[in-house]
């Protein structure tokens, strides 16, 4: 029950004007429902000829009939019963369009929802997330909160249905339908064991929709490493294991519904003979009346049923709701506390970068990742970043870009201090290009587009040729060429240079180039650092790498060594070599 009223509250927290079209059409429904079915009694007694006296809601629907001028002859109930029969039914057709169409907007906003709290992570939240966890999310999970959603909407159908039928049944015989109430009840009382079941099978299918995604994005994400192990056995073996899980764990919770339905049929008949034999015998009810009645349990039996797995299926969808709930939180919790509009000017500067005193720790380590970093980027010099492998050289350029937060420490851009209300503003200032390019299945044009959607072919070809990158008009499809799953189609070089290309549609006031050149040959890296040269004096540039030919034109060298600056100053102080500036 409490998972339902979850339902209503979601339903009415995303549009009270809709949920109360979406009652107000259920009990027109429901109601409609009852009057076609009182409507039986007179026509069934005009049938029989037995001129019985009518009572309670049917003396008084007939009243209305007649004062409405509706002659009491078979005709005029006949007429009457198809009218409103017409009339319930375009109610129904109606409230069926209304609440599908409630049912995938809210879904769809819930699907948004979730994306954009995802999206508003801050980046460590993000990184230390399961990424095929949270595809389950966006993509089963918010299906399965769709069926409970569903479900929740056939339930209330269903009860309103019961309800129409029970207040007509007890009109007609109060008696009989008190029984029939009270064995109702204890029916559900006895079945309710059978959501606490369907609700644990939820959890365990929950967990293996999990696997079957993680087994699914790594399975296709490492390919090449399986084949070249020679793993595609262990592969398959790995998918059939969890792919019997999950069909288990689906049948079971089909044999519960069916053993529900199977359990409860055969309940109500039983009822619905025993009610039958009361009336005609103990209460013995008018043969139009009996007639209605029969008419009603007919009805009432498999909407009973229907209820029954309701419960199990919202219940079966409760794990899902519970983990895009802790989603929600998780992120809220982590999310970036943005003031700043992201339409605001990027965060410009003129002299220099400064960090004060920054110490990092990633969560869950023990050791901090930087410590008591003080160093100072200069406006329109290049810095070259080294240190040996988890030095920490890509967690401080996490800082620089904002990505990262210091946890002592200040950052400052000039003289104004980088804070969760001004970080996205100075991320607009900011271009990085890291070792593992990042691109999306689709032209190289859309890929350099998504840094300057308005960039023309003039600005994208000017990018391309500075970063060396001239390659791509040689292609087949020159700028229209496909680049695969994350550039796959292009070689390792070719993609560095096209997101070096990318980095200058920015038009940033600080490029970070993260080991940007490591998958370059001498020839192109040398190409790249001629293209470095010609932006010294123009474009703020952070290089880190291990290469020295990268790096020995900085105006200005910081050595990492676990955590910590080791030295800095010029090139020739540090490593006892001049260079070029
Ligand atoms: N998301 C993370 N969670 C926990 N620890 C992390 C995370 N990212 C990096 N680390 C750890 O932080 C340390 C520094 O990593 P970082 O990537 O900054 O080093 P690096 O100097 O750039 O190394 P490399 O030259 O190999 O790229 C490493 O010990 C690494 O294991």
Redesign the pocket.
Known sequence: MGAILTYLRIMWQFSPPRTVLFFTLLILSSVTEGVGLILLVPLLGVLQDTGSPLSGPVAHLVSALKSLGLPLTLTGLLGAFLAVTVVRAAIQYSQTIVSEHFRLTLLDALRAKSFDAVVAAQW?WI??SKRSDLSNLLITEIDQIGSGLFFSIRFLVSTLSILAYTLVAFSLSPGLTAIAIILGAVLLFTMRGQHERAQRLGRITSDANKHVQQVIEEGLAGLKLTKILGNEDRHSQLMLDIRTTLRDRTLGFVKLNAATGFTFQILVATCVVLFLYLGAQTFALPIATLLVLIVIFARLAPQLRHIQTHINQISFSQAAFNNFNALMASTARSSETVVDEPQSPPLSFGRAISLRGVTFR????KAS??NDITITIPFQKTTAIM????????????IITGLLSADTGDLYIDDVLLTPDNRLAWRRSVAYVA?DVFMFHDTIRQNLLWADAAATDDDIRVALQKASADFVFNLPDGLDTIVGDSGMRLSGGERQRIALARAMLQKPLLLIL??ATSALDVENEARIRRTLDTLHGDLTVIV?G?RLPTLENADQLIV?EK?QVKSAGQWHDIMGQPNKH
Request: hydrophobic content about 30%.
């Open positions: 460590q990184a230390n990633y969560e869950g380590r990742v930087l240190g040996a492998s988890g030095s920490g050289k890509s967690t401080l350029a996490d070792q993260d080991e880190i291990h990492l955590g």
